[in-house]
């Protein structure tokens, strides 16, 4: 089932069901107002949305609108809880690298995470309002929403919480981190709203790309109309999404609605840091990994991070080719511009 | 005003209007059925609920109801935004000393914050779930409930923005928060569910308590019931409010609902480290800074953290005397205890 958040409707806009090839959807008032709806009663309500995607795909929706993701907001507006993980450690051996620090061995059995804020999440085709002084890159990743879970739940109990996956654009203000980092309490200022897929689709809805708790499809990221990366998000996970949530819920109950990224998607190719697409290579999800690498082979970074009227775009397609959540387009435009 | 929410009713609870001696309470379904629904149409629905405050407190309010702290879920049940500040520099004096670092300059200009998970609080009277071994420490903290505040919002604009007043049992896992520091991404599972006190207050409600975006009264906490602190919330709060809301404020808008904490309460006494409140002192509003002040003078903390059984107690009475918030009254319980 695919399901997605129109933006009218107000603060957590309007709740449609969407067809499997995007092209129309359908409002379902009757049986869930908005998404965060839906999930605070799934096992009632999944089923009844159910039935309306199978007359969508079915051509037999009455009341069926084209879809048009320009009006979707992120399938959750805002959220109650927003936590990233770091679970592809060549994201992090990279960074390490750079600055000739080594990763701790507990990284490879810990996952690292950070708590996110929530409040106010940008939508799937809005402009990212920054200043470029401040470093804007773009994370692609892949997120999945949970139901509720319950404190202590196994990364087994965890992964079978999981009601929904989305694409996601972690913004993140490169040239704000190392200040706020060693103040020693994590990101904060130097990660503003992120930006979801403009549809959340469940895991039966990805057949065998969903397996182990992994999404299994390369992640397509384009930068100014150019390919930047395309690594599969199922290679060099260290940890699942089961084991992500489990960390989440360690100390804690996590409420239905919860979403939890995988952090940027990246693979080792090979054991060396990666090459671009233009060489060849899966190429990168990040500004950040590109820079490091070029730090590693050049000295210094090259590739500047985005400025004002740069544009990426994040999708994923299926193995036949079609676009699985809509595609990501995010603009940057100056603050107070 | 006085607002809280009543544990039925769904994930969000009920909201209601508390009498100012906290006696009686009404249901305004009719106007707004939770909290967050109330803030966020707050133009529209305050003048609303004032008049149902009036009314309670003239003693023509015709459905009211007693006032039952133990009925009550915290003010905001789950929230989309829970960050929290160290305004008081005293408590990270406190932890510097202990370990014999200094403070870096920045700390008194730039504020230290951390962002919390708000997807499911405990309730006011709610039992803490945790391992004793995590190291279970309380801190009792002020924090604001704010409005719509725009990105770059100045102090001033995000001190007119500030909408309700609460208390906060900001609970902490000292032992799980070392080896979570070090991995570099801040607090995560050593910041569990945060309660929050029965009532929340409008700004106008605390009369000249409430200046400077500070509030100037007592906290006082009691630990198995005995006096543990009273410090001044209003004294050496480095930042006031409407810094800190700034701070959250600086890369991205905050929606209506979002939870800002003060940061543990910490007065310094003199230039000193504090001292207990058997000591003639303000005492602590964590254990922390008292194992911190016994380190520093005894070269050994003392005083252990909270273990099953234990209860801690935080609440704020005005020059009356009055109880302003309602009490938060936690008691801590093993996992699967």
Not at 17 to 30: H, I, K, P, W
């Amino acid at each position: 089932m695919k399901l997605a958040t129109l933006k009218h409707g107000g603060r957590d806009g309007t709740l449609v069901v969407v067809s499997r090839d995007l092209t129309r959807c359908q409002t379902v008032a009757g049986i869930a107002r908005t998404l965060q709806a839906a999930l605070d009663d799934w096992d009632t309500v999944a089923p009844e949305l159910e039935l309306v995607y199978d007359m969508l795909n079915a051509g037999h929706a009455r009341h069926a609108i084209p879809f048009d993701p320009a009006h979707c907001h992120s399938p959750l507006p805002r959220a109650y809880q927003w936590a990233d993980g770091s679970a592809y450690i060549n994201h992090v051996e990279l960074v390490r690298k750079a600055r000739n620090a080594e990763v701790p061995a507990s990284f490879y059995t810990d996952p690292l995470m950070y708590q996110g804020g929530s409040d106010s999440f940008i939508g799937p085709r809005d402009k990212i309002v920054a200043d470029d002084s401040w470093g804007i890159d773009f994370e692609a990743e892949v997120a999945v929403v949970t139901g509720d879970v319950a404190m202590g739940a196994t990364p087994a109990e965890a992964a079978a919480s999981i009601r929904l996956l989305m694409l996601v654009n972690d913004v993140s203000l490169r040239n704000l981190i190392p200040k706020e980092l060693e103040k020693g309490f994590g990101f904060f200022q130097s990660k503003p709203a992120s930006a979801f897929s403009p549809v959340a689709v469940t895991p039966d809805e990805l057949g065998v790309a969903w397996e182990g708790a992994k999404l299994h499809l390369p992640l397509r990221v384009e930068l100014n109309g150019a390919a930047f990366g395309c690594p599969n998000a199922g290679q060099d996970m260290t940890f699942d999404f089961g084991q992500l949530v489990a960390h989440v819920a360690k100390t804690r109950e996590l409420e239905a609605g919860s979403i939890i990224g995988s952090g940027t998607v990246s693979n080792k190719q090979g054991g060396l840091w990666g090459s671009t697409v233009a060489n060849g290579g899966v190429g990168y999800c990040c500004l950040a990994e590109l820079r490091m690498y070029e730090t590693i082979e050049q000295g210094k970074p090259v590739t500047p991070f985005m400025k004002a009227g740069d544009r990426v775009r994040i999708e994923m397609l299926d193995e036949a080719g079609n676009n699985v959540f809509g595609t990501i387009d995010n603009t940057v435009v100056p603050l107070g511009g």
